[in-house]
């Protein structure tokens, strides 16, 4: 009999079962798919080429984790990834890096006061990302309770408000209602650069650029770091599934045991508690508890049952918004793409590619997924990862990954299978527009709509994050109103993935968070 069973081979399943695992107990981790990983996985989908399927980039994977699991040790290795290039239509371009005179001239060019705004703009980020960095790792308080231990986690909250310099207060309270591009208009004039940042205020949302809210996702991925540097993104050595992989090999030191090609059926209750789960094929595995990472409408209404849990749970769970709006293209290419606004393969290419040209351009892509299409002009976060990593493609061949938005999961017209080739050409046809040898270069092309992300790993309507970072679903509020400790209706189930605070992205805090809670070890 195993002490644990934990549900789901992603990322956050196996840091979950690695911290368990380290306090003595005994773990048995089930993965569906042939390779672990979940959303953060390496595949050869073309014999030499191995593309970083779904998540693509690294930077909010808790520092603690990579501490404490020693993944360095394990294979961890993450390669910085310097800056984001933004070609215009006009045969212009805005060129951010990480080195700070060579981003002042550049947003110079276009704007002398957005450039001294920068700095500006940067320390203040900064100061709330401090404030919200201890929230990260914390088990959210229940403000409806009157349990002394959850007082006194609101009171922490509280205190770190108060403690707040007024002008961090007025930013704060901002970033929680306004919208990305509302937020940045204080701050910035030049409409590429308020385009390109605000992109990553609409990550993971069925939300556009101008809607409220928008704000605190630009928050939740300015708060990445590498190496204690803030806002610093990377790609791992040999693609995501290297992180996975390396957690796992922790795990696995720890004494973890860990099923592939392995799905739970059910989870099995019995008088209100957990007894274990049942496989796809019959077997019954007994467990004192289960762990899932998995997101709540498959876990509570697929696993558990509605019959096992109270009325307004349940309506909680049927509450909770997914509503998945990206996909992703994956391409082999033969050569590097040659940017009519600067040509030849030189260090601009390195970064991220991002295709954001205008705030109206931007919100248009929205205005297409209200109405349930695909984006005609969509956002296009690229990387070429084989520039950084040679290892993922043939010598001479290179790997570029298209995050795309918008891809909303619900069409007006047809499904996903209809679409889905289309899909692909859009945003082909999309980066053609600024390189126009691009579409020579492709020699195979992966698409991955919604609904693949759905079929393939789980994800309820395709929502990258397990569900939307909105900010009725943050902190005390997810996945479920009161349910926001990792604990659930049911006795010896707990949550452990992206659906519960802090959310999305590869960060693992979920995972941390909830063993620790299971634990008794957090605050």
Request: charged share 20%.
């Amino acid at each position: 009999m195993y002490d644990c069973i934990v549900l789901g081979g992603g990322h956050n399943g196996l840091v979950y079962a690695a911290y368990m695992a380290r306090a003595g107990r005994k773990v048995l981790v089930l993965e569906r798919r042939h390779v672990l990983g979940g959303a953060a996985v390496t595949e050869e989908v073309v014999p030499g080429f191995k593309f970083s399927v779904c998540s693509y980039v690294v930077s909010l994977l808790r520092p603690e984790i990579i501490r404490e699991l020693d993944l360095p040790r394990h294979g961890l290795e993450i390669l910085p990834l310097d800056g984001t290039f933004t070609p215009m239509p006009s045969g212009d371009y805005l060129w951010r890096v990480n080195d700070h005179a060579r981003t002042f001239r550049e947003i110079a060019r276009h704007s002398r006061v957005d450039a001294e705004a920068y700095d500006e703009y940067g320390r203040a980020m900064v100061e709330m990302a401090r404030f919200v960095k201890p929230i990260l790792d914390m088990t959210p308080p229940d403000p409806w309770s009157l349990n002394p231990r959850e007082l006194a986690r609101l009171a922490f909250l509280g205190r770190r408000f108060r403690d707040l310099p007024g002008p961090d207060r007025y930013n704060q309270v901002q970033l929680m209602t306004m919208s990305a591009t509302d937020f940045l208009d204080q701050w910035f004039e030049t409409d590429v650069l308020k385009a390109t940042m605000s992109a990553s205020g609409i990550i993971g949302t069925f939300l556009g650029v101008r809607s409220p809210g928008t704000a605190y996702v630009l928050l939740h991925h300015y708060m990445g770091e590498i190496d204690g540097a803030f806002r610093s993104w990377g790609l791992a050595r040999g693609g995501t599934g290297a992180i996975s992989n390396a957690i796992a090999a922790a795990a696995r030191e720890a004494g973890v045991e860990i099923r592939t090609q392995t799905s739970a059926a059910k989870v099995l209750v019995r008088d209100g508690a957990t007894r274990g789960v049942v496989l796809e094929n019959g077997d019954e595995i007994e467990a004192a508890m289960v762990a899932s990472s998995l997101d709540p409408r498959r876990t509570f209404l697929g696993l558990v049952g509605e019959d096992e849990l109270p009325g307004d749970f349940v309506d909680g769970v049927k509450r909770y918004k997914f509503r998945g709006s990206s996909g992703k293209v994956n391409l082999a290419l033969d050569g590097l793409p040659d940017f009519t606004c600067l040509p030849g393969a030189g260090a601009h290419l390195r970064g991220a590619i991002s295709i954001s040209p205008g705030v109206d351009y931007m919100e248009r892509a929205y205005d297409d997924a209200k109405y349930g299409r695909y984006s005609r002009h969509p956002y296009i976060d690229i990387v070429i990862p084989s520039l950084t990593d040679p290892s993922i493609a043939p010598p001479g061949k290179h790997v570029m990954s298209c995050f795309v938005q918008y891809a909303p999961y619900h069409l007006a017209d047809g499904t996903w299978d209809d679409h889905k080739e289309a899909f692909g050409d859009t945003v082909v046809n999309t980066i053609a527009e600024f390189a126009p040898n691009f579409k020579s270069l492709i020699r195979h092309r992966q698409v991955v709509t919604p609904l693949d992300l759905e079929r393939e790993w789980g994800l309820s309507e395709g929502n990258i994050f397990q569900g939307e970072l909105s900010l009725e679903q943050l902190f005390f509020l997810r996945p479920v109103p009161g349910w926001a400790n990792y604990r659930t209706p049911i006795q010896g189930l707990y949550m452990c993935g992206s659906a519960t605070h802090p959310g999305g992205g590869i960060m693992g805090a979920p995972g941390r968070n909830a063993a620790l809670s299971v634990l008794g070890k957090t605050r």
